[in-house]
DNA sequence: AATGAATGAGCCTTCATTCAT
DNA sequence: AATGAATGAAGGCTCATTCAT
């Protein structure tokens, strides 16, 4: 790993943890064990650091909800695929969801937020394309299209984000069963295609 | 209004919108019209203004739940109820829910955040009530209950906060249709009721 | 003194020795015997706290050269008078001269730079009016005169300024006579006088 | 031009535009098209490129006019041949002679300073000497020596420095008519001439 | 000889807070 | 009760310099 992109993992790791104001460049540089010159030397500065985090991560999150697209012909399969992808992805950089869910929150639009809406919106499109023709096929009820994203996207947020209210409403010990388990990722896909197959179907 | 409550007022906006780093108390007196000095002298620190906030906000969000399970007898009239209060307090204090659910994305554990955890988890435990009661009673299949709470809680903070992207994700104007419409908020009660109806009863 | 106007003093004499950039906030509030958040709390930036230095030292410098000009019908006589009131003038604020000094050596535009040309050419041009009466009148011969102003502010501010350079040019022991003492002032007044006198008139 | 010279132009460039402490070695290495690290390499220090480039520039100033001295007999005449070897020499040089000038408005006392003011002290020496000469034979009157000296100085300098005044002052386009121009340059020996002349014998 | 990476000190500014009134 | 003045700490950033290659 270069030191580039291991500044950017402390940085992902102390803004998901303390929000972009809440991370100082000091503590950033701290916990990377290098200078603080070094970010400014790298990116310019903190504001810049944060794009290319964004950038550095958006790569892992635009793929491969096409190819499922393409390949799958039932809506409703694509629909189960799409959710164990989705779900996949946001387990495996949580982190980094985390940042793009606060950042979400903010009303404040900087250039990080557009780049970060766009990523977002490319998977919503993808999702809305299936539940669109799934309802032209009459395999899917007429539903809010809209909202049905939003609480695709919601409900995974709130199931893979917020450690501590989930772990306490869902009733997880956090210690043993995290989000870094396998058994919890099962455990969401299964509710989410459940949920989105009675949502969708009502069978 | 007192200058306590019109400070909190101006202090949730901020808050709201730059998170609480991002929020300095020199803003917030400007914006509040009053000297720096006031927000130590009225509430002590930074922090114990935010505090303040909670426990300002927190009286509202307490009310009512218990109300509602105590009357209804139907479960699924329960939920239905539920979810039209649950709507109501947080389309009405939409800024104040963004706040918390920042909150809730820090692993940092904070006085406020223990408060803010158990304002919240009193309301899952309210909704956990009812949807045990239905099952225990057949009306409802047996649905992953935690992680429906976590459902009902994600879909609705999605819909709620993300002003930007839902705009665009949801395909609403925000210019002409927004949080504060009447039509947009029955259009949040009438999916949550559906979906929740399908996936609990599958009708 | 306010304390605002201790440290434009302060400023005045840091700046002069050391000029703008060589001049940290913190060396001026350690030798101000302030805290150097006050810098930024009174002037708002080290840059606004040169131009109210600029502004403040100004009005010393704009008065008394008009009333010259209206009240002493001989142009040699208030050619006289013009020197004797320059002379003291700068060897009054023989360190803010410095500063407008140095200012001139750059290239570079201000905000300040232009506000520093107007105060002198304003006084140039006074300078210029006699000149041209006194060539009108036949009493002056025909001299280059923008030329003439040049070597009236460069002679006085070579003499003035650059102390190491003149000590020991001008062979002047700086310890005994400087541009503190009364005979050195004196005679800077009469060199300039002989000097004007033999170049406008010849005699 | 070796690599050493060239970093010694640009130097010579950004300091007279910026002042020493204006200059930053990595605006300076950016202009120069080298590395950051090629200034240390090469001079040790900033501080020591600084005098490195005093030492570069030096000789030009150094030499000359002592020859005129023993050449011509008669001491107006050697007056008018300094100040035409004066003239030119600054005019050639006038960036380097900005960044004397701004040196000689410092009273911090450097190792620099030292260098420069012997530099400029031994030029002073041999007008010096002509003048005491001239005085001697009675061709020149008798004048504040070591005045006329600094007239002769703070004039040429006034007039070659300060653009931006100067060209306002002076009335000079500075888009058509500069320090660079032939007729500039005589414009400025002739004024020198005439008024040393005057000044010396009076006629 | 030459360079990109890295450093620690220092830059100016803003922070939340306290003090005197 | 309320405020302008003042503070020390911390903010992000740039500085001249050094290191390893």
Redesign the pocket.
Known sequence: MT?REQILEVAEELIAENGF?G?????LAAKA??????????F????K?FEALVEYRAGFLREKFQVLNRDVVDPMERVDRMIEAYVDRIFSHHRFHRILHRQMLSTKTTVNSENIMNILLKNAEEVKKVLIEGEQKKIFRKVDIEFTIAMLIGTLSQIAVSCMLSSRIIGVNPQTETIHDESYRERTKLFLKNLMRKHLTGK
Do not use: D, F, P, Q
């Open positions: 030191k104001s991370t100082s460049v000091r503590a064990g290098i200078n603080v010159a070094m970010i400014s030397y790298y310019g500065s903190k504001e650091l």
